[in-house]
C-alpha cells in the first residue's frame, strides 16, 4: 500500500475508520469502480444543470460538495468523499498513464444523465473544464482523456471541510496540482507556487510526526522521492539531488558508480574498466514476517521483493554484431575501481558480484532512476554524462524489479541514453515504440473509451500486446508512480515523434502529431526541418479560416490560411500566434499572443523582448521582460535579459534588483553573479545615502521642544563608507562567479580589479585573482596578463607589514614571495617595473645579489626599446632615469657581501661594481651624443659619471 493512504488510516480515529472499511478497502484494492458508483458518489454527482452552461459542472460539484459536508452528524462523511477524490485522480492516472484500461465509462459516471447521453454536450463539456485547467496562458493538452476525473479531484481536494479535516488532504491535493502542471505544454508560475506551497505544508506535517512511536518512515521516504520530481519538473536540479540523498540515507540504501574491468565487445581482447552501479537495499527481515507497521500486504511486498519474479514489459534484446547485450565482469576478486576506489567501497557493495547483483526493493529503484534524471538534467548533453547515466537504468533492469511500473519506467530512461548511441539507437527506438505500443493498448478504454470519445483515429503499432505474464494489477503500476512521475501516453508518443525527427524519420514523426493533433509540435517539426511555408501553413489553419471564403475541411494545396480569426481561438492560441512570430520575427504575432491569453502568456513578452534586444532598442526590451516578469516571476532566464537592459539603460539600481533576483532563483549561475557585481560598483553610493535619508527623516516625527536632536553626521565618511560597502558586496558576488565558472579570466580581473579598489584593498583576494589569471592566460598573453600596479601594491603591503622575511611562516608574504618566484619572474621579457618589482622584493629577503641582477635587466629592458638614440626624447629621458637608478643600486648593493649562492658569506655582490656602473654611463651616452648632447638628461649622466669617479 502507498504512504498516503497508509497516513490515511493511521490518522483515523477507529469509529470513522470503522464506518468508512469499505471505500477504504475498494480504495487499497484499486476497484474504483466501486467508488465512484457508490451511494455518495451519485449523491454528489445528481445535479441540475438543465438551463445552465455545462462549463459550470466543476464548480457545481465544489458547491454540492459543501453541502454535503455541512452535515456533522456523520463524521465518516468527509473521508468517504476524500476516498471518492482520490479514486477519481488514480483512475484519471490508470486510463492515461499506467492502465490498464478502465473497466467503466466516466463520463456516463460523473455526468449527469442529460450530458452523458449527448454526445455534443460531453464533448462541449470535456473542453470546458480543459479551458478552465488553462494557466497563464497555457493550455492543457486538447484531447486529455477522461478530464472529467481529474476535475472532480481537483474540485474535492480544494475544499475547505477537506482540507481541515482529512490530515492527508493536502498531500492529495498537491498530486492534483502536478498533476495538472504535467498537462500543460509548459509549467505555469501561477501553478508553481500552489505546488510549492503544499509541497512545505505537507513536509511540515510529516515533520511534526518525528519522533512518534508510530512514525511511517518510508512515507517520508516516499514524500521526499516525490518532492524530487517536482524539482526535477520545474529544472530545480539542485533541490531534487538533495531530496534523492535524503531518501537514500534515511532507507538504508547502499549505492556506488564505480569502474569494474570487463568487456563491452565480443571481440574483446583485453578487459577495460567498465562503469557500473553496486547496489544493495537494506537488509530484508526473513519471509513472513512484518515489515510495515501497517501490516497490509502491498507493503510487505515492498520490503520482501526479492522474493518475487520480475514484472514488467518486454527487454527487448540489443542483437548487435560488436556490443554485448551485457558487460561481461571479470571475477569478483580481481576488478580494479577507477571511479571509486574498491577500497572505500562498503562492505556490502564490495562483496557483491557486478554480473550477478540481488534485486532491488522498488522504492530504492525508484531512487537510482530518479538520480539518473537528476544527472540528465543536471550536467551538459555530452557522451561522459550518458555513460554515467545508463548504469543506474542498467542496475533496475539487470537486477529486475517486482514492480512493473518502475521497470516500465526503467527501460524508459534506458531507451532515452541509448537514442544517442549509434550502436544502441535502434534498440532504443524500438523500446520506446514498444512502451508506446503498451501504454496506448494499456489505457484505451472499451465502449466509450478515451480514444473514441475524443474522436481519435487508432495509434499505428507493430508489436503484439503485452502478455499476461507481462502485465500487472492496477494497484502495483499505480503504487510508486508519484515517485517515478511517469509520462502520460501521448507525452511518451511526442517523445517517440521527436525521436523519429532526430533520426531523419519525419514522415513518421507527423503522423504522430496528427494524430494526437499536436499541431504547435508539428509546426516546429516542420520549422526544424527549414520547411517554414508548412510550418507556417500547420499553424495558421489552427488560428484562421481559409483565404477568401475557401473551404476550411477540403482546402485547396497552396491554401495560405489568411481568412478572419477562428472564433473561439483555440485553447493553444498563444502559443501558435507565438510559433507564427517566432518563424515571421513579427512583433505583431508576439503583440497577438500577448492579447488572446488576457496578457497571462509570458513568452510572447520574451520574444519581444529578444527581439528588441537584438534590435538595440534596450527602451522597448526592457519593457518587454518586465511584462513577462510581472507573470512568470520565477523565469531566471527573463529577469537576467531584463538586467542586461537595464544596465545598457544605466539604470543600475534596477539592474542591481533584477540581478539579485536572478541568484536568488538560481545561485549557480556564474553569469548573473558577475553582472550584479557590475550594476553594484555602477550604482551611485551618494543617491543612496539621500533617499535613505529621506525615508528615514519621513518615519521619525518632529522633535518636541524638550528633546535633543543627534548630533549630525560627517556626509564625507558615510558616503566613503557606502561606497565600501557596495564594492565589498561586489567582490562578494565576483568571488561567488569566480568560484563557479573558474576558468573565466574576465570575471578573475573584475575580482582583481574590485579587490584593490577597497579601501583597505582586500590583498588577499587580489593575489588569488592574478594567479588564477596567469594560470589562465600566460601561455597566450605572455607578462601583459599581470597586473603591475597590483603586484607593486601587494609588495609594498608585505614588506610595511614585515620588518623581516621569514621563509618558514605561513601567509600572504610567502605566497606573494612563492608566486614571483615560479610564475611571474618566468613571464617576464620586455617590462623594467616588473624586474624592479623582482629586485624590491629580493632586497627585502636579503638577497642583494638578485636584487642587483634584477636591477640589471630591468636596465636592460629599457634600453633595448628602440628610439631612443635619436628619435624620442621622452624614450632618451627614461634611459637616463634607468642609468642613473642603475648606477645608484651598483653603489648600493655592490659593496654589500653577498647572501646567497656559493660565495655566500664570502664574497661582495660585485666587486667590480664601479667598473659596471662607467660602462654602462658611457655606453648610454656614447649613443646618445649625437642627439641629446645638449639636454638636461646628458648633465644627469655627467653628474652621475662623476659620482661614481668620486666614490670610495
Not at 72 to 96: D, H, M, W
Not at 662 to 691: F, G, H, I, Y
Not at 697 to 723: G, I, V
Not at 837 to 865: G, I, M
Request: charged share 25%; glycine share 6%; proline share 4%.
Amino acid at each position: 500500500m502507498e504512504a498516503l493512504l497508509r497516513q490515511l488510516r493511521k490518522s483515523l480515529p477507529g469509529e470513522v475508520a470503522t464506518l468508512a472499511e469499505q471505500h477504504l478497502a475498494n480504495l487499497e484494492k484499486g476497484e474504483y469502480e466501486s467508488i465512484l458508483k457508490s451511494t455518495e458518489a451519485q449523491e454528489l454527482f445528481q445535479i441540475q444543470t438543465t438551463g445552465q452552461d455545462s462549463s459550470t459542472w466543476s464548480g457545481v460539484i465544489f458547491q454540492r460538495l459543501g453541502s454535503l459536508l455541512s452535515d456533522r452528524s456523520k463524521p465518516e462523511t468527509q473521508v468517504i468523499y476524500f476516498c471518492i477524490g482520490y479514486a477519481a485522480l488514480l483512475a484519471f492516472l490508470q486510463s492515461n498513464v499506467t492502465g490498464p484500461p478502465l473497466p467503466f465509462n466516466s463520463a456516463k459516471t460523473l455526468f449527469p444523465e442529460d450530458i452523458s447521453s449527448n454526445t455534443k454536450k460531453t464533448r462541449e463539456t470535456r473542453q470546458s473544464l480543459l479551458a478552465g485547467l488553462s494557466l497563464d496562458g497555457i493550455a492543457a493538452y486538447k484531447l486529455t482523456p477522461n478530464v472529467e476525473l481529474l476535475c472532480l479531484a481537483d474540485a474535492i481536494f480544494t475544499s475547505p471541510a477537506i482540507l481541515k479535516n482529512v490530515k492527508v488532504a493536502r498531500w492529495a491535493k498537491l498530486r492534483v496540482k502536478f498533476m495538472h502542471q504535467r498537462l500543460l505544454s509548459e509549467p505555469s508560475t501561477t501553478l508553481q507556487n500552489v505546488i510549492y506551497d503544499d509541497v512545505g505544508m505537507v513536509a511540515d506535517e510529516l515533520e511534526a510526526e518525528k519522533g512518534a512511536s508510530d512514525f511511517d518512515e518510508q512515507a517520508e521516504a516516499e514524500f521526499v522521492l516525490e518532492r524530487s520530481t517536482i524539482h526535477t519538473h520545474h529544472g530545480l536540479d539542485k533541490f531534487a539531488r538533495e531530496d534523492i540523498d535524503k531518501a537514500t540515507k534515511d532507507r538504508g540504501f547502499k549505492f556506488a558508480l564505480t569502474g569494474l574491468m570487463g568487456k563491452r565487445t565480443k571481440f574483446q581482447q583485453k578487459e577495460t574498466s567498465q562503469l557500473v552501479v553496486l547496489a544493495k537495499s537494506a537488509e530484508t527481515p526473513a519471509s513472513g514476517e512484518k515489515t510495515e507497521k501497517s501490516e497490509t500486504p502491498a507493503a510487505a511486498e515492498d520490503a520482501q521483493a526479492g522474493a518475487t519474479a520480475p514484472s514488467g514489459p518486454d527487454n527487448l534484446d540489443l542483437n548487435d554484431d560488436t556490443l554485448l547485450e551485457s558487460i561481461s565482469f571479470s571475477k569478483k576478486n580481481e576488478n580494479s575501481s577507477d571511479i571509486q576506489a574498491a577500497s572505500d567501497l562498503p562492505q556490502e557493495l564490495a562483496d557483491l558480484d557486478p554480473s550477478d547483483q540481488p534485486k532491488l526493493q522498488p522504492l530504492d529503484s525508484s531512487i537510482l532512476l530518479s538520480l539518473a534524471s537528476s544527472i540528465k538534467n543536471t550536467a551538459p548533453e555530452n557522451g561522459l554524462t550518458r555513460e554515467e547515466t545508463l548504469p543506474y537504468a542498467t542496475r533496475v533492469l539487470e537486477g529486475g524489479s517486482s514492480n512493473w511500473q518502475v521497470y516500465t519506467q526503467a527501460l524508459l530512461v534506458r531507451s532515452r541514453i541509448e537514442g544517442y548511441k549509434s550502436r544502441t539507437v535502434e534498440r532504443g527506438l524500438l523500446q520506446l515504440q514498444a512502451l508506446v505500443d503498451q501504454v496506448i493498448a494499456e489505457t484505451a478504454t472499451i465502449e466509450g473509451g478515451a480514444l473514441s470519445q475524443e474522436g481519435e483515429a487508432a495509434a499505428s503499432t507493430f508489436l503484439p500486446k503485452a502478455k499476461e505474464s507481462e502485465s500487472a494489477s492496477v494497484t502495483e503500476r499505480l503504487q510508486y508512480i508519484f515517485q517515478l512521475a511517469s509520462p502520460t501516453r501521448w507525452d511518451l508518443e511526442a517523445e517517440l515523434a521527436s525521436r523519429w525527427v532526430s533520426l531523419g524519420g519525419l514522415r513518421s514523426a507527423l503522423d504522430i502529431y496528427q494524430r494526437l493533433e499536436m499541431w504547435a509540435e508539428a509546426a516546429l517539426c516542420w520549422a526544424a526541418t527549414e520547411r517554414e511555408d508548412k510550418a507556417r501553413a500547420v499553424a495558421r489553419r489552427q488560428l484562421f479560416h481559409a483565404t477568401d471564403g475557401g473551404s476550411d475541411d477540403e482546402p485547396a494545396d497552396d491554401e495560405k490560411w489568411e481568412g478572419p480569426p477562428r472564433d473561439p481561438a483555440p485553447l493553444d492560441a498563444p502559443r501558435l500566434y507565438c510559433i507564427l512570430g517566432d518563424l515571421d520575427s513579427s512583433v505583431e504575432m508576439w503583440e497577438k499572443a500577448w492579447e488572446v491569453s488576457n496578457k497571462r502568456y509570458a513568452r510572447a513578452q520574451r520574444s519581444i523582448g529578444r527581439h528588441y534586444i537584438a534590435a538595440n532598442d534596450y527602451v522597448k526590451a526592457a519593457l518587454a521582460y518586465s511584462r513577462a516578469i510581472t507573470v512568470d516571476q520565477l523565469n531566471q532566464p527573463s529577469w537576467f535579459a531584463f538586467g542586461c537592459t537595464l544596465l545598457e539603460l544605466s539604470q543600475f539600481d534596477r539592474a542591481v534588483e533584477a540581478f539579485t533576483r536572478c541568484v536568488q532563483l538560481d545561485d549557480s549561475d556564474a553569469e548573473s553573479w558577475s553582472n550584479l557585481a557590475a550594476a553594484l560598483m555602477r550604482t551611485d553610493p551618494e543617491a543612496k545615502l539621500a533617499a535613505a535619508a529621506a525615508a528615514s527623516a519621513s518615519s521619525h516625527p518632529t522633535l518636541d521642544d524638550d528633546e535633543e536632536a543627534l548630533p549630525p553626521t560627517d556626509p564625507s565618511k558615510e558616503l566613503q563608507a557606502a561606497a565600501q560597502t557596495t564594492r565589498l558586496d561586489a567582490l562578494s558576488a565576483l568571488k561567488r562567479a569566480a568560484t563557479l565558472k573558474h576558468d573565466s579570466f574576465r570575471i578573475w580581473d573584475n575580482v582583481l580589479t574590485v579587490a584593490a579598489s577597497l579601501s583597505p584593498p582586500d590583498y588577499g583576494s587580489m593575489l588569488a585573482a592574478q594567479q588564477r589569471i596567469v594560470s589562465l592566460r600566460a601561455k597566450t598573453d605572455g607578462e601583459s596578463c599581470l597586473d603591475v600596479a597590483v603586484l607593486q601594491a601587494l609588495a609594498s603591503h608585505v614588506i610595511a607589514a614585515n620588518d623581516v622575511y621569514d621563509p618558514a611562516a605561513p601567509g600572504l608574504a610567502r605566497m606573494l614571495v612563492r608566486f614571483v618566484d615560479d610564475a611571474v619572474v618566468p613571464l617576464i621579457t620586455a617590462s623594467a617595473p616588473l624586474w624592479r618589482l623582482v629586485s624590491k622584493l629580493a632586497l627585502w629577503r636579503r638577497k642583494p645579489a638578485s636584487a642587483l641582477e634584477a636591477e640589471e635587466k630591468a636596465w636592460r629592458a629599457v634600453t633595448a626599446q628602440p628610439g631612443w638614440e635619436a628619435e624620442s626624447e621622452k624614450a632618451w629621458e627614461g634611459v637616463v632615469e634607468a642609468t642613473v637608478r642603475l648606477c645608484d643600486s651598483y653603489e648600493s648593493f655592490g659593496p654589500m657581501e653577498r647572501t646567497e649562492g656559493m660565495g655566500a658569506g664570502e664574497e661582495l655582490v660585485a666587486k667590480d661594481w664601479k667598473f659596471k656602473a662607467r660602462s654602462a654611463v658611457r655606453g648610454v651616452m656614447n649613443k646618445g651624443r649625437e642627439c641629446w648632447g645638449e639636454t638636461e638628461g646628458w648633465e644627469r649622466l655627467a653628474e652621475a659619471l662623476e659620482g661614481i669617479k668620486n666614490a670610495e
